[in-house]
């Protein structure tokens, strides 16, 4: 009995001390808790946030590619941010994929304009 409850420590510790070793991708409470201003949005569970410098995009390194959705809903509430989730851009914004798939980029698209938007991703 006594060997199984130190293995059972040994286990929980082993177990514990792990699972700090794998960084988590930022999440929309994290980035907003930190600038309750930033323009993010969510798809496939990762938080993307508007690139600051869009001179990249004017030089033609990324293109427009398939059409991945549309924006359901905008909000700055933390609870339940879903995928199609945005701070800044309006309902029914057109998301795309790019020419460059390795660097998690996207492009937005309001009334003709395109925006690059950019993962945050950890590790």
Do not use: R
């Given at each position: 009995?006594?060997k199984i409850?130190?293995y059972?420590?040994?286990?929980?510790?082993?177990l514990?001390?792990?699972?700090?070793?794998?960084?988590?991708?930022?999440?929309?409470?994290?980035?907003?808790?930190?600038?309750?201003q930033a323009?993010i949005?969510?798809?496939d569970q990762?938080?993307y946030i508007?690139?600051?410098?869009?001179e990249?995009?004017?030089k033609?390194?990324?293109?427009k590619e398939?059409?991945?959705?549309k924006?359901?809903?905008?909000?700055t509430s933390?609870?339940?941010f879903?995928d199609?989730?945005?701070?800044?851009?309006?309902?029914?914004s057109?998301?795309?994929?790019?020419?460059d798939h390795?660097?998690?980029?996207?492009i937005?698209?309001?009334?003709?304009?395109?925006?690059?938007?950019?993962?945050?991703?950890?590790?």
């Amino acid at each position: 009995m006594q060997k199984i409850l130190v293995y059972s420590f040994l286990f929980l510790l082993v177990l514990t001390g792990c699972s700090s070793v794998i960084p988590d991708n930022p999440t929309a409470k994290t980035i907003l808790k930190e600038d309750a201003q930033a323009d993010i949005l969510q798809l496939d569970q990762l938080i993307y946030i508007k690139v600051a410098d869009q001179e990249s995009l004017k030089k033609g390194n990324f293109i427009k590619e398939d059409n991945i959705g549309k924006i359901k809903k905008t909000t700055t509430s933390t609870l339940f941010f879903k995928d199609f989730y945005a701070t800044k851009l309006p309902v029914g914004s057109e998301i795309y994929a790019t020419n460059d798939h390795d660097t998690y980029t996207i492009i937005v698209e309001i009334d003709g304009k395109q925006i690059l938007y950019k993962a945050l991703v950890e590790g």
